[in-house]
């Protein structure tokens, strides 16, 4: 078998004069934004193809058999924007931060009408609520860090989420120490 990047002919020089390599043909140079079997285009020159024409819908370009109507985010199964995870860590731990600081506004009030023991009670479950809600938005958060999307609602779920868990649990510590008598 011959080889198709060379040209036929001996690879040998003739006798009584020096040995030459035979002529390679050299690679021309792909322009920058071309790729194989497409015509070069810059950045801001419309395509010279690749683009419907006027009339046709989406993914019906001549000369491309695969194209499809899907956009170039959805892979797979998924269909979620990116951040979306950042978003509901973000919602979840401000709703749990809302209802916190609601119930403890609203506290004062039932001491009066309701009495100190039911009170304690209440406030008790409310902030359990708060504790399980700012640990699910903390760690919705955590997992929407480590994803490549936005990562700014994420970073402040996980900030909201971490001050109130810190906030409830010291909460918890010195209700401890009073009922023990310190």
């Known amino acids: 078998m011959s080889d198709p990047q060379q040209p036929p002919g001996q690879p040998y020089s003739q006798p009584g004069q020096p040995y030459s390599q035979p002529a390679q043909p050299q690679p021309q140079p792909q322009p920058p934004y071309s790729q194989p079997g497409q015509p070069y285009s810059q950045p801001g020159q419309p395509y010279a193809q690749g683009a419907p024409a006027p009339g046709q819908p989406y993914g019906s370009v001549p000369g491309q058999p695969y194209a499809s109507a899907t956009p170039p985010y959805a892979q797979g199964a998924s269909t979620a924007r990116p951040g979306t995870l950042g978003r509901t860590a973000f919602l979840v731990a401000a709703i749990s931060v809302a209802f916190g600081l609601v119930v ?11 009495g100190f023991g039911a009170v304690t009670l209440v406030s008790n479950l409310v902030n359990l609520v708060v504790l399980a809600g700012a640990a699910a938005g903390l760690w919705l958060g955590i997992l929407a860090l480590r994803r490549p999307a936005p990562h700014l609602p994420a970073a402040i779920a996980v900030g909201l989420a971490g001050s109130t868990l810190v906030g409830v649990l010291t909460s918890w510590i010195a209700n401890l120490f009073s009922y023990v008598g310190f």
Do not use: D, K
């Open 104 to 114: 403890q506004l609203v506290t004062p009030f039932f001491y009066a009408s309701i």
